[in-house]
């Protein structure tokens, strides 16, 4: 039987006709993105934070998961909320970005935002990925305390290999089909964070193939920049990009 840890379930907030699919990060939950998703809820937008496969429950269970697993969570979601909304925007953060740019690139999103998005990661370890993973199954991440109530950094303490080896492929592949994301795109990536190298925010937005895009730095966050300490400034830079007019573009 799949037990959920309390707080990492995923939630649907009703409210307007713009929907916003929440997508989490690797070995995260539906509560890394709850902040974001309380706050553009109160503009009236309908929100569904959605929890990936494996996510939220055991890290055992995340072992068992690929990113084929996680895209079909996000496909699923996707679907679910356009039959609530007429517009459905997709926001996700770390590898839910990843996911969020290939939904982008394969289904009729009207925006898509990106945030602390990997294409290279900044852990030197990973190029020993290939044997790390035959020797460990697991490996321990240090996780950063933030000014918010722990029931928003609700996630694993350590992270499976082989789901890891798969994210390396949804890299690749989302990579692949950035050129035919025509959704309006923003970027959001913060200059001094630590997991994902700073300069895969360029990668990802010379790649896309929008006429509207945006770049947006931060100078003074971690990864997490749903929890950490600029969180005001990405809320409000989501909303508007959300609710920017097309002659605005």
Not at 60 to 85: P, Q, S
Not at 89 to 100: D, I, R
Not at 124 to 131: C, H
């Amino acid at each position: 039987m799949l037990t959920i840890t309390k707080g990492a379930e995923p939630y649907l907030l009703p409210a307007g006709k713009k929907g916003v699919l929440l997508v989490h990060g690797f070995t995260g939950s539906p509560a890394e993105m709850r902040l974001l998703g309380e706050y553009l809820h109160e503009q009236n937008f309908t929100v569904l934070g959605i929890r990936l496969p494996g996510h939220g429950t055991s890290v055992e269970d995340m072992a068992k998961t690929r990113w084929k697993n996680w895209y079909g969570a996000v496909l699923d979601g996707f679907h679910l909320l356009k039959d609530i909304c007429p517009e459905v925007s997709v926001v996700g953060l770390s590898m839910g970005g990843l996911l969020a740019l290939k939904l982008a690139a394969e289904e009729p999103v009207d925006r898509v935002v990106a945030m602390s998005t990997p294409i290279t990661i900044a852990d030197k370890r990973i190029g020993w990925l290939p044997f790390y993973k035959y020797l460990r199954e697991y490996m321990p991440k240090r996780r950063k305390q933030y000014d918010v109530d722990p029931e928003y950094t609700i996630g694993y303490d350590k992270t499976p290999l082989k789901p890891l080896d798969s994210l390396i492929k949804l890299i690749k592949k989302t990579l692949d089909v950035l050129p035919k994301v025509q959704a309006p795109a923003l970027i959001i990536q913060s200059r001094s964070e630590h997991t994902v190298r700073p300069e895969s925010a360029q990668v990802i937005y010379d790649a896309l193939g929008s006429k509207h895009k945006k770049l947006l730095w931060l100078e003074k966050s971690g990864h997490m920049i749903t929890l950490d300490e600029e969180r005001e400034q990405v809320f409000q830079a989501v909303e508007q990009f959300l609710l920017e007019r097309e002659e605005d573009e």
